[in-house]
Nanobody, 116 residues
């Protein structure tokens, strides 16, 4: 079965950086686009970034453009989200996502808290 496991979240001060990782299994990772979403308390889940199968077609939410970088390592079956210049507004649970065989799959999420 499809499994997505996020890691790398934590507490960081404004202006700091974190790298999130999502380890994937249960499907042919290199054949699927991967996405990062986030959800703050009381808010709907929002798309943060998408990377296509070969990593060359990438898009970001306007709120993170220029600060976050999505990348993937198909050999390691892992997608990353490098987060720089973090703001308190970035505080949320971050989720890895992909659509495999017509079904949207989610990881368990990793908490990112940006606070001084």
């Amino acid at each position: 079965q499809v499994q997505l496991v996020e890691s790398g979240g934590g507490l960081v001060q404004p202006g700091g950086s974190l790298r999130l990782s999502c380890a994937a299994s249960g499907f042919t990772f290199s054949m699927y686009a991967m996405s990062w979403y986030r959800q703050a308390p009381g808010k709907e889940r929002e798309l943060v970034a998408i990377v296509t199968t070969d990593g060359v077609d990438i898009s970001y939410a306007d709120s993170v453009k220029g600060r976050f970088t999505i990348s993937r390592d198909n050999a390691k079956r892992t997608v990353y989200l490098h987060m720089n210049s973090l703001k308190p507004e970035d505080t949320a649970v971050y989720y890895c996502n992909c659509r495999v065989r017509g079904r949207s799959e989610w990881g368990q999420g990793t908490q990112v808290t940006v606070s001084s």
